[in-house]
C-alpha cells in the first residue's frame, strides 16, 4: 500500500510569521491518516522542525560541499530538520536551467544525505499541443531518476508546467493517461516502482482535489498557492484523507 501524500510547496514566500500557519494545520491534521510535507523557504525548515509534520528543501547543490555560494547542500537541509528536498521543480528548470542530469545528480545528492527526493517532471503547453507529453515523460523519467532509486527515497510529482499557478487543470483523462504512463515506466525500470508514490501538481485547490484524488495512479498532490494558507491546504488534506 502506498501511503498518500500531501505536500505544499511555499516557493519563495514567507516570512517568520507564516509558520503560525502550521500551528493551525496542526489543531487540525496532527494526527492526519496521510503523509503531510511541507517545503517551507530554507530559511524557515529550522522554525518548522517542531511540528508534526514532514519538513522539505526546495532544491539542494549535487555536491556535499564547496565553493557554491547561495547554493545549499542537501546534507544542510538534512541537517535543519529536512527530510524530504523537491528537485527539478518546472521553476528551477527554467529559471536556473536545470537540465535531467543535474536532477538526477541533484537527487542522489539527496539519497546520500538521507533525503527523499521530490522529482518533478511535466510538460508545457507546446509539447501538450503537439502531441509529445508521453514523450517528454519519458525523457525526464529516464534522465532525471537515479539508478538507485527506490519507494523509499523517491516521489515523483507530475506537473503539467501549463497547469501550474494558473488555474488550468488537466481532465481527469489526461492526469489519468500520464499518471498511468508513468507507473508503467516505473515499474519496467524499478523493481519497486509500484511502490514509488506519483503526486499531482499544478492549480490544486480544495474544490477539484476530491476529483483528482478519484484519479488512479494519483497518490496525493504537490500543491502551491493553495498551500500557503492552512484554511486553503486543510481542504486539500481532507479531501486525501477521504480518498
Ligand atoms: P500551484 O503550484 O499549486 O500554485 O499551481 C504547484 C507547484 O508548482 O508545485
Redesign the pocket.
Known amino acids: 500500500m502506498r501511503r498518500k501524500l500531501a505536500a505544499g510547496?511555499w516557493k519563495m514566500n514567507g516570512l517568520r510569521a507564516a509558520r503560525a500557519e502550521l500551528d493551525t494545520l496542526e489543531q487540525r491534521h496532527g494526527d492526519a491518516g496521510v503523509d503531510i510535507l511541507i517545503c517551507p523557504p530554507a530559511t524557515l525548515i529550522s522554525a518548522c522542525e517542531d511540528t508534526p509534520f514532514d519538513i522539505g528543501g526546495q532544491d539542494c547543490h549535487a555536491a556535499v560541499s564547496g565553493a557554491h555560494t547561495g547554493d545549499i547542500s542537501a546534507e544542510m537541509l538534512a541537517d535543519a530538520g529536512a527530510s524530504y528536498v523537491l528537485t527539478g521543480?518546472s521553476e528551477r528548470r527554467t529559471d536556473h536551467g536545470e537540465t535531467d542530469a543535474m536532477v538526477a545528480a541533484k537527487s542522489q545528492a539527496a539519497y546520500d544525505a538521507g533525503l527523499i527526493a521530490v522529482i518533478c517532471i511535466g510538460e508545457t503547453l507546446d509539447e501538450r499541443e503537439n502531441g509529445k507529453t508521453l514523450d517528454v515523460i519519458d525523457a525526464q523519467l529516464a534522465g532525471s531518476i537515479p539508478d538507485s532509486a527506490d519507494e523509499e527515497n523517491t516521489v515523483i510529482a507530475y506537473?503539467p508546467v501549463w497547469?501550474?499557478?494558473t488555474g488550468k487543470v488537466p481532465t481527469l483523462d489526461q492526469i489519468g493517461e500520464v499518471h498511468a504512463h508513468i507507473r508503467k515506466c516505473l515499474t519496467e525500470r524499478f523493481s519497486d516502482g509500484d511502490g514509488m508514490r506519483i503526486l499531482y501538481?499544478?492549480?490544486?485547490k480544495g474544490s477539484n482535489a476530491p476529483d483528482i484524488f478519484g484519479v488512479p495512479e494519483v497518490d496525493g498532490a504537490?500543491?502551491?498557492?493553495?498551500s500557503l494558507k492552512a484554511a486553503d491546504f486543510s481542504p486539500i488534506i481532507t479531501a486525501l484523507e477521504n480518498s
Open positions: 510547496n521543480h506537473e497547469a501550474i499557478g501538481g499544478g492549480s490544486v504537490l500543491v502551491g498557492g493553495a
